[in-house]
Structures are given as structure tokens and as C-alpha cells.
């Protein structure tokens, strides 16, 4: 854990930033209890903690964990959580061979992956380089599109970025939690850049899909979230993928 920012989005929603990839991962007050929205890349869960003082929860108030993504930088900390609070980990089927590390490569890609520290922004290869999550969840809990998690998080599939990526809509404060669906950069909506894209016609429609949902703040998977004139700006975004806008190569 080096350098973590935590830092309030909404009064019930907090961000734990990592500024050397700039990864974020989301704590959410619920009525049921705190929600984790991805665990960033820290193995040891430290990072977790720290947001859960910040906003003044035990962390025996963690409910769930939901995975936007297998990818390290979101998923690695999530085994560290489980082992300490005993909670489910939710995701898409699709992303469960990574995330419980049945793709995890044993070559010399798996070694190097792990050489690889956890700060830096070598840490987004380290994942990648090793094909799975450095740690496996324990017992996955799939979730597909249009499901409710703990009442009040609904599952959006957003394929594109990885086969399984999801986003999650928190109704109660129309917040919606977009993962790599898309990016976020100057304040504004942005697609992510293409070489993290696999499939690009997927990422546009599911970019486009969770742009539709009422949204009063967007918190992206990197950088910062959007929390002025939001509806303007997604409703720009849609009308720019509509428009058969083309993807740059930087997003
Ligand atoms: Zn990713």
C-alpha cells in the first residue's frame, strides 16, 4: 500500500484511489451494510481498510464484494478481504476462470508476472502477463444482466473490455459504477484506450447501454468520478457513439 488516496464522491460513497495506476476501487453505505465495488490491486487488502476508516465503518459491516472485472489492479484484493470478513464475491461467469485462477499461467509469463511488485504502473502487466488474479476468489457468486445484488445493485453486463465485465447501478442514489466499461478523463466521458479493448463493437454498445441508466454521479474504474452535469455529458457520449463516432487509439 503506497500512497492510497481515499476521498468521498457522496456522502455513501467513497473512493480509495491508487495514484501510481490510478486505479479505483468504491466503498458504498447501504441500509444493509457497506458494499465493495472492485478491491484494487493491493493483495493484502490494506488499502480496503484504510478507506473503511476513512468513512468510519468497521469492516464488519462489509456485506459483499462486486466485480467489475478479473483484471488485477480490480481484483487482487479481493482474496485478502474475503480471508479477513468472510464475504461473497460477486461477478460474471465469463471472468470466473481468472478470477479463481484456473486460466494462471505456469511458463515463464506466470514467473515473471510474479516478479512483477504491486506499485507502478507495471502492475497493470502483471495480471495480464500472468492470465489471472494473483490470488483466486473464493466461491464466486455469478450474477448476470439485470440482477439485484444485496437489493439494491443492479447488474449491467458490459462485455467488451473483458468477455465478463460488469457494471452496477446503485438505485437509491443513481450512482453507476462502470468499471472499465468506459473511461473517464478531464472530467468527461471517454472511451477506454483501444489496446485494452478486445472487442470493440461490444464495448460500444455496452458503453452505450449503461450511459442510458439515470445517473446522478459516474464512477469510472481509473482516474476520477463525474459528478457535474452528468446527464449532459452521457447523454453527449451516446450521441457521439450514435453518430458512428470513431474510437481513438488512446480512448
Ligand atoms: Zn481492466
Same mark, same amino acid.
Given at each position: 500500500?503506497?500512497? *492510497? ?90 471472468? *470466473? ?23 507502478? *504502473? ?62 473517464? *478523463? ?66
Amino acid at each position: 500500500m503506497i500512497g *492510497v488516496q481515499v476521498f468521498a464522491v457522496t456522502e455513501n460513497v467513497w473512493c480509495i484511489r491508487r495514484p501510481s495506476y490510478l486505479t479505483c476501487s468504491y466503498l458504498v453505505r447501504t441500509p444493509r451494510g457497506v458494499v465493495l465495488v472492485d478491491a484494487g490491486m493491493d493483495s493484502s487488502g490494506a488499502d480496503i481498510y484504510r478507506g473503511l476508516d476513512a468513512m468510519c465503518a468497521r469492516p464488519d459491516e462489509v456485506r459483499s464484494i462486486l466485480l467489475t472485472h478479473w483484471h488485477n489492479d480490480h481484483a487482487a484484493g479481493a482474496r485478502a478481504v474475503q480471508d479477513k470478513l468472510d464475504v461473497p464475491a460477486y461477478c460474471h461467469t465469463n471472468d *470466473v476462470p481468472q478470477l479463481t485462477r484456473q486460466t494462471a499461467r505456469k511458463g515463464m509469463s506466470g514467473k515473471i508476472s510474479e516478479l512483477i511488485p504491486e506499485w507502478g *504502473v507495471l502492475v497493470l502487466f502483471k495480471g495480464l502477463l500472468g492470465e489471472a488474479t494473483p490470488r483466486a476468489i473464493l466461491n464466486p457468486q455469478i450474477v448476470s444482466d439485470g440482477g439485484l445484488i444485496d437489493e439494491y445493485f443492479e447488474v449491467i453486463e458490459t462485455p467488451g473490455h473483458t468477455p465478463g465485465h460488469l457494471s452496477f447501478y446503485y438505485k437509491p442514489e443513481r450512482v453507476l459504477f462502470a468499471g472499465d466499461a468506459l473511461a473517464v *478523463v478531464h472530467n468527461d466521458v471517454h472511451f477506454m484506450a483501444r489496446a485494452v479493448t478486445p472487442d470493440v463493437n461490444r464495448a460500444r454498445d455496452s458503453m452505450r447501454r449503461c450511459l442510458t441508466f439515470e445517473i446522478d454521479t459516474l464512477c469510472p474504474g481509473h482516474r476520477s468520478p463525474i459528478t457535474d452535469s452528468v446527464r449532459l455529458k452521457c447523454d453527449r457520449m451516446i450521441k457521439h457513439i450514435d453518430g458512428g463516432g470513431h474510437w481513438p487509439l488512446l480512448g
